[in-house]
């Protein structure tokens, strides 16, 4: 079975802290995507990746085939990235996510 | 460029009472589309995902049903709503690839209550 664990669950930083999450898979995820969902629910994709690491603005996700695990970093952190964070696994381009049980982050100006 | 669109925003339902969610995509054909739900306090949910016209398939059995009338529709329904039915639904699309993994797209959700 495809499972995806994702740590802290729950994260406050002081405006500015660099800030870290991260997520596990089990075998049989050859993606990971990252989410982001704001209060009012509604959820964009940040990035998917297979190998190595992706980077927009102040946002970098990192993955680590071998060792089935991914980062996501956020730099400089404000406020408006408090938010939901949602790791999520793909076997393949047909088949649906698994989702890790996000990571509620609070930044504190 | 491609668009989803996902209705009603809000819900406020008696118990017994049928739903319907409707969720549409624009600018691409034959999309992968998914109903999550994503009850109070808990994780996304795969409720339905559906890889072409009249194919779908159910992850957890329930007191819904999804349905796919045509390529960029994907429409999800209930005869009698129970409490439990009580949470925020998001439609999602992606493109079916043999080549591997694709992005999701998310629809702005829905806020279903059940009362």
């Known amino acids: 079975k495809n499972e995806v664990e994702q740590s802290p669950q729950n994260l406050t930083a002081q405006e500015g802290e660099f800030i870290t999450i991260n997520c596990s898979y089990s075998?049989?995820?050859?993606?990971l995507h990252w989410l982001q969902q704001h209060p009012g629910g509604g959820i964009v994709s940040l990035f998917m990746l297979s190998s190595g690491k992706k980077k927009h603005g102040r946002l970098i996700a990192t993955i680590n085939i071998q060792e089935k695990h991914s980062s996501l970093h956020i730099t400089a952190s404000h406020p408006r990235d408090s938010a939901v964070y949602i790791c999520a696994g793909q076997n393949s381009g047909n088949t649906p996510l698994v989702f890790g049980k996000g990571t509620r982050l609070s930044v504190i100006a | 460029s491609q668009t989803i669109h996902q209705w009603p925003a809000t819900l406020v339902q008696p118990v017994g009472s049928p739903l319907s969610l409707e969720c549409t995509v624009e600018g691409t054909s034959n999309p992968n589309l998914y109903w999550y739900r994503q009850a109070a306090g808990r994780g996304l949910q795969l409720l339905f995902y559906s890889v072409g016209i009249g194919q779908i398939s159910s992850e957890v059995p329930q007191n819904l049903s999804a349905s796919r009338p045509q390529d960029r529709q994907f429409i999800l329904s209930s005869k009698k709503l129970l409490l439990s039915d009580s949470g925020f639904y998001l439609c999602?699309?992606?493109?079916?690839?043999?080549?591997?993994?694709?992005?999701?797209?998310f629809g702005a959700g829905s806020r279903l209550t059940v009362l």
């Open positions: 999602a699309w992606g493109q079916g690839a043999s080549s591997g993994a694709n992005v999701l797209t």
């Open positions: 075998v049989g995820i050859s993606a």
